[in-house]
């Protein structure tokens, strides 16, 4: 997660804008992430190679047009926010690698929306030179996802994806060639995650109709139990639909969508900062997913159907039924291969490949199926009733 630069004062609160496009090498301040009620909104200052022990800052103001000269100061750049009304809001010093980011909580009040704010960052170097930004982001507080749909925020960070487990294909685990090698892979911008799969109600309430098999008076809250049975190709049509709706609502932020999780974003949010084969340890056992039987305890845990949505323990960030209850659609395409690269990447996203991607074990199958690093492909047109899917509010990718 983003180390987070606090606050001196914060007096309002905040949402979109672009940044203006920069040389590579100029000093910028970048808007990672919208700031919605109830969220939290990055700004990030991008220095030049070289830039070990300055010192970063932000300034904010209300909104402000001009670009003047700093009064009385001899400064490199000019100030691009109310000279007259503007507040340092964090300082850090600066490592060289990691580029400084401040993190601004929006309140969940909606007299916040529509609030504004433009945001310039600044740093001093060791020679005693004060460095304005060429640019500044102007904030605007949007609307974020409807109560709902109960989503989580999820921050910028980064983590190690892939399993290290070997001999490959020995229990408990059996690992595959496919989860390895393990590397570092960015999630760059935040986004907001289903706290739990799609559930029946709500994928009714979108497209009109129910095509779960566990559904109806023989399955105690059926409404609130997954969706299921429904193909890669339907749950996109599903996200698409709930984007239009929410749009209209005014509840999504420019630049984001309702889509699928990436592959990346999906173990991303099931690990929730663990490096074990599971994001509650080392082992899976019965009572914490819905899932068929544990190779570490031996027992058999298999209930022969879904459970409603939340019966089990939540993962350090609050998410539901990563593992267990039924298999989830991930927007990447795949060949089956053992295709993970072995050096760190950001975003990643394949977009090509005869099937797609499912993460995280179901009712059906056993707990080496559950793990956070398990990779299962299916082609696109499949619908079972052990497979579902969870939406995340996130960045538009290719």
């Known amino acids: 997660m983003l180390p987070r630069i606090p606050l001196v004062s914060l ?8 940044a203006a496009s920069l040389p590579a090498q100029s000093r910028s301040t970048v808007l990672v992430g919208p700031p919605a009620l109830g969220a939290t909104c990055y700004i990030r200052h991008v220095l030049p190679a070289g830039s070990v022990g300055h010192i970063a800052g932000f300034l904010w103001s209300s909104p402000f047009a001009g670009a003047v000269a700093v009064p009385g ?15 340092a809001l964090g300082l850090t010093l600066t490592n060289g690698v990691d580029l400084p980011v401040l993190a601004l909580d929006v309140p969940s009040s909606p007299g916040v929306l529509g609030g504004q704010l433009d945001c310039q960052s600044f740093d001093l170097d060791p020679a005693g030179v ?17 109560a709902a749909l109960d989503m989580v925020a999820i921050a910028p960070g980064t983590y190690l994806r892939g399993s290290p487990v070997t001999p490959l294909v020995v229990a408990p685990y ?43 008076p023989t399955y105690a809250n059926a409404a609130q139990r997954p969706v299921e049975q429904v193909s890669w190709n339907e749950a996109v049509a599903y996200c ?8 209209a609502a005014g509840r999504v932020p420019a630049g984001y969508v309702y889509r699928l999780p990436t592959e990346a974003e999906w173990e991303y949010c099931c690990r929730a900062g663990t490096t074990t084969e599971y994001p509650f340890g080392p082992t899976l056992v019965c009572g914490q997913a819905n899932f068929s039987l544990s190779y570490h305890s031996g027992a058999n845990c298999f209930i022969g159907q879904t459970a409603v949505v939340g019966s089990y323990a939540p993962n350090a960030w609050g998410l539901r039924d990563m593992i267990g209850n039924v298999l989830e659609w991930c927007l990447d395409g795949w060949d089956l291969s053992a295709n993970y690269p072995a050096s760190a990447v950001a975003d990643p996203l394949v977009s090509t490949g005869p099937y797609r991607v499912t993460r995280g074990g179901c009712w059906s199958i056993n707990s080496s199926f559950s793990r956070s690093a398990l990779r299962y492909g299916l082609t696109p047109s499949v619908a079972s009733h052990d497979l579902g899917f969870r939406v995340v509010l996130a960045p538009i990718v290719p």
């Open 174 to 216: 059996f690992n595959q060639a496919n989860a390895q090698p393990v590397h570092a892979v960015t999630i760059g911008r935040p986004f907001w995650i289903g706290r739990h799969e799609v559930t029946q109600s709500q994928y009714q309430a979108v497209t009109g109709s129910n095509p779960s098999r566990f559904q109806g």
């Open 73 to 87: 100061l001899a400064v490199n750049g000019l100030l691009r926010v109310d000279p007259a009304a503007f507040v």
């Open 11 to 18: 007096a309002a609160s905040f949402a979109v804008l672009i």
């Open 240 to 247: 698409a639909a709930l984007t239009a709706s929410e749009q």
């Open 130 to 146: 004060f460095q304005l930004a060429g640019n500044d982001v102007a904030l605007t507080v949007v609307d974020g996802p409807s």
